[in-house]
């Protein structure tokens, strides 16, 4: 059964605290992402990684961190530094640059509140 | 079709009618074009994608249709039924330093009234 697992579905945390988001792909992209999702708006690219051991920054990257230490994993961490960390966050992967651009497939979220 | 807020565009149809969602994109040098489906507290679902040297393509009960002149994007659902009730996002990758990247637009929300 291939696809993307985000753990956990719901989180708890309290303000100051980091806290790391976990995503998890058996479908052997070589692309991941983070995005960050707001009450009625729209996707917003926090981080992406096209290969393993490399990533860049999105557009709102500031008070995150990412590690691409795995070919299926990419987790991302909330830190104390991001101003408003209430949301829900995303992962997706694609097959990357070697298939060219293409489709990018959603794991079903982690809703990260913070109180 | 969908603009920058926190108040997303509505489209309320009847089952079985046809539904048409509307995207307008500013980057007149992105390449590739695709729709998701989105359910409460769910993840996106891919529906159908498009290349710039395309301008219509079709799938199982949707078109999208490409207007490269305008920055224009549609999507087409033929016999809207209760399950396609949902938030519909277009997204654009603009190829280039942008290789991989998708910008997402704001989203529309489908309500189908049986």
């Known amino acids: 059964d291939g696809g993307i697992t985000q753990s956990p579905k719901y989180l708890f945390r309290k303000e100051g605290q980091n806290v790391t988001l976990s995503c998890e792909q058996n479908?052997?992209?070589?692309?991941m992402y983070w995005y960050r999702q707001d009450p009625g708006q729209g996707l917003r690219l926090i981080y992406y990684?096209?290969?393993?051991?490399?990533?860049q920054k999105g557009d709102i990257a500031e008070g995150y961190s990412v590690s691409r230490e795995k070919k299926e994993s990419f987790p991302l961490t909330v830190t104390s530094a991001q101003k408003n960390p209430t949301a829900f966050y995303l992962c997706?992967?694609?097959?990357?640059?070697?298939?060219?651009?293409?489709?990018?497939?959603f794991g079903p979220g982690t809703r990260l509140t913070v109180t | 079709g969908e603009s920058v807020g926190l108040h997303l565009p509505t489209l309320s149809v009847q089952e079985g009618d046809n539904s048409i969602i509307n995207c307008a994109y500013s980057?007149?040098?992105?390449?590739?074009f695709i729709w998701y489906k989105q359910e409460s507290g769910k993840g996106p679902q891919f529906i159908i994608d498009?290349?710039?040297?395309?301008d219509k393509r079709q799938g199982q009960r949707v078109t999208v249709l490409l207007n490269k002149t305008v920055k224009h994007l549609s999507l087409q659902i033929a016999a809207t039924q209760p399950g396609d009730s949902a938030v519909y996002f277009c997204?654009?990758?603009?190829?280039?330093?942008?290789?991989?990247?998708?910008?997402f637009g704001q989203g529309t929300i489908l309500t189908v009234h049986p």
């Open positions: 997706a992967s694609s097959k990357g640059r070697l298939a060219g651009v293409n489709e990018q497939y």
């Open positions: 479908l052997n992209h070589d692309a």
């Open positions: 990684s096209q290969i393993v051991n490399d990533f």
């Open positions: 980057n007149s040098a992105s390449d590739y």
């Open positions: 498009i290349r710039s040297n395309m």
């Open positions: 997204a654009e990758n603009a190829g280039g330093t942008s290789y991989g990247k998708l910008t």
